[in-house]
């Protein structure tokens, strides 16, 4: 903004004021920054202390100090020329370009050596240091700022044929499959036009203001994967003209790799606008099962290595299956479509879905399409009456055996080449849905699948030896010809015993055994029990059909195999906050100061914050009077289990859990020593009592 005006300030003058206050007196968290700029348009001469603090550099020490300072890589001479040409590109005092080439220089040499990284020009790493450059930063926030966009927001392996681009090509095919199988039919992978979209963050091809723009809305939402969103938005805008191009594939491709430098700043909102709308029409297992692309701990290369250039479609966990259909209002709502045989089916099911049988397609081809019809009828009806089972998005689910579900991957095929949008598969397949019901379960054998798994077949022991491969006895004739329209079950029925008693008498004192409280879901083999805890501790209701089980109880010692939530902590990635803005949020119900007590026996003074769905803990910055990390953010969802020790009835252990295809997994473990243990149990208490009060509902 140019300071000599003098005309009447516009309306937004008050809250730049109030973000340059805000800044100037430090201590300035992100969310307060958000908050304050609400999406309008940053102003420039504020831009470079609002990316210091949505990269988490601010405080940060020179990491260059150390160095020699030596320009000495093999590929020194490619380094210095990419960088020099970046220099003439900028306008730029000639007497001030030999430092900043220096800068520039000095800050790619030193990230190649202490990352162990051969440089190459095709890394587009010089189309991502020029916005940094144009911030005018000293050196040591260059490389800091630079280092923090290379760990957060750019994805390993982005190169030709890397996994990126073919999770990029799921997501398109997930929304625009016309768009998708116009590109696969000419061969134009994502990594062949969009190489340059993420390597450089749009920065490539947009213009200096353009892409300013677009940071700046990318850095504020701290979310990795909105580029994957933002990248879809910009083909989903074209695709009129990409079907209609009759071109060779040399020029769709050069067509569509500069289409972003037809961006101009009033198109940013828009597009920031479109991209959080088909964000908001993705399922969660597209972050939450990729999410080790992003990052620089070596956790990515334990994860799952699912080779995506060979996935049929975009894959949703079990878990979040369940739970997407138990929410209320706008979001993923999935129409599960069983693939498997019909006497596999009879034998038990989840109780939602219908069913297709997938051997009919070659078999009795006029009766598959008369049961495509009668699925996408029940499909519509569904959705319409608002039934637990309706939803949008279509969600085919297969034994989870490759063998036998070679057909439903035909079945698959075939809604894909009709350009059907919203289709996945349920990952892992009924296996993966009996095996997390079982994690989840919190009664015993006797009651059996309760209302989440429906047979009809007799026996629901029927149902585990359909697992086993063996053929229930007394079923259907194998054709399974009524049980293809099979009519779906429209609730999900809970029993709403008196929970809320119990849950209150065993928070107020966690050494008190209760009842055990029934539940209608599956049971997990004993030999998965083997714990120290009692068996009534487990107590409480899948919240919205979440895979954990909250549960009370006492710890007699420390679980010794359970994950410490710290050892997969990373400062650099952490967001740094003021803790009294925090506690004053209108939304913190509660502030409990308490020190977070590591597995070493190492206490860190913290405060722990509890709010309507979720607790966060700040740990305080010992050079940082005021400030602390945020060192969790957990839902209160995903509690499994909450429990204190006898002996010092103070230290209160928290578990937060997840599912997958091999059970429950325990994915942090939190121990606070709080004063005044029991005001903080009975705020728990209260969030509680509210999810209850949902789930009744």
């Not at 045989?341 to 397609?361: I, K, V």
């Amino acid at each position: 903004m140019a300071e000599g005006e003098e005309a009447p300030p516009p309306p937004s003058s008050s809250w730049e004021k109030e973000l340059a206050d805000a800044l100037e007196e430090g201590g300035c968290d992100l969310e307060t920054v958000r908050n304050i700029i609400q999406g309008r348009q940053l102003p420039a001469d504020l831009r470079a202390k609002v990316w210091k603090i949505a990269l988490n550099v601010v405080g940060k020490g020179d990491s260059l100090a150390s160095w020699d300072g030596s320009l000495d890589l093999p590929e020194q001479s490619i380094i210095h020329k990419d960088c020099q040409e970046l220099i003439d590109q900028l306008s730029v005092p000639e007497e001030e370009k030999p430092v900043l080439l220096l800068d520039i220089e000095s800050v790619i040499t030193f990230y190649c050596k202490s990352r162990n990284v051969k440089y190459s020009s095709c890394l587009g790493w010089i189309h991502l240091l020029k916005p940094l450059v144009h911030l005018r930063l000293p050196r040591s926030d260059l490389y800091n700022c630079f280092y923090a966009i290379m760990n957060k927001f750019i994805p390993r392996d982005c190169f030709m044929k890397g996994r990126p681009f073919h999770l990029f090509r799921l997501l398109l095919q997930y929304h625009e499959p016309e768009l998708c199988s116009f590109l696969d039919t000419k061969k134009m992978t994502p990594d062949s036009y969009a190489l340059n979209w993420l390597g450089s963050l749009f920065s490539y091809y947009c213009s200096a203001e353009v892409t300013q723009a677009i940071w700046d809305g990318y850095l504020q939402q701290a979310d990795p994967f909105f580029i994957y969103f933002l990248m879809l938005i910009i083909l989903v805008n074209a695709k009129d003209v990409i079907l209609a191009q009759e071109s060779d594939k040399e020029e769709i491709i050069k067509f569509l790799e500069t289409s972003p430098a037809n961006l101009d700043l009033e198109d940013i909102e828009d597009l920031f606008s479109l991209a959080q709308y088909y964000c908001s029409k993705t399922p969660a297992s597209f972050r939450k099962d990729n999410h080790s692309l992003f990052g620089s701990s070596l956790l990515g290369l334990k994860d799952d290595d699912t080779d995506l250039s060979q996935a049929l479609c975009l894959a949703v966990s079990v878990s979040e299956i369940l739970q997407a259909n138990q929410q209320q209002g706008e979001g993923v709502r999935f129409f599960v479509v069983d693939c498997r045989p019909a006497e596999q089916y009879n034998a038990g099911h989840l109780s939602t879905a219908f069913h297709l049988d997938s051997d009919l397609m070659l078999q009795n081809p006029s009766e598959f399409a008369q049961s495509v019809k009668s699925l996408l009828e029940a499909q519509k009806q569904s959705i319409e009456s608002g039934s637990i089972a309706g939803g949008e998005h279509l969600c085919f689910m297969g034994s989870g055996r490759e063998e036998e579900d070679m057909y439903m991957n035909m079945v698959l095929a075939h809604f894909l080449q009709k350009n059907k949008e919203y289709v996945s598969i349920a990952k892992g397949g009924f296996m993966a849905l009996q095996q997390h019901l079982a994690d989840i379960n919190v009664e015993g054998p006797e009651n059996g699948y309760g209302h989440w798994i429906a047979s009809t077949s007799g026996s629901r022991s029927s149902i585990n030896s359909s697992v086993d491969g063996d053929s229930p006895n007394g079923s259907s004739d194998g054709k399974g010809v009524k049980s293809l329209v099979n009519k779906m079950t429209v609730a999900l029925k809970t029993k709403s015993v008196n929970v809320k008693e119990k849950v209150i008498s065993f928070i107020e004192n966690t050494s008190t055994p209760v009842d055990r409280i029934p539940f209608n879901i599956p049971w997990p083999d004993r030999a998965s029990l083997e714990r120290h805890v009692s068996s009534s501790d487990r107590v409480g209701k899948p919240y919205r059909g979440v895979k954990p089980v909250f549960s009370i109880g006492d710890e007699e010692e420390y679980d010794t195999d359970e994950i410490d939530s710290s050892s997969m902590s990373d400062d650099d990635r952490k967001e740094v906050v003021n803790i009294q803005t925090w506690i004053n949020k209108p939304d913190v119900k509660y502030n409990f100061p308490c020190n977070e007590v590591k597995e070493n026996g190492h206490m860190f003074p913290s405060h722990l914050l509890v709010t309507a769905t979720h607790m966060y803990c700040l740990r305080e910055i010992p050079s940082r009077k005021g400030l602390a990390y945020i060192q969790s953010r957990q839902a209160l969802n995903s509690v499994v289990k909450i429990t204190s020790k006898k002996k010092h009835p103070e230290l209160i252990t928290f578990k937060y859990g997840n599912s997958n295809t091999s059970g429950i997994e325990i994915l942090a473990v939190e121990r606070y020593l709080i004063p005044n243990a029991g005001d903080a149990t009975k705020a728990i208490k209260q969030q509680i009592m509210k999810v209850l009060d949902a789930l009744e509902s």
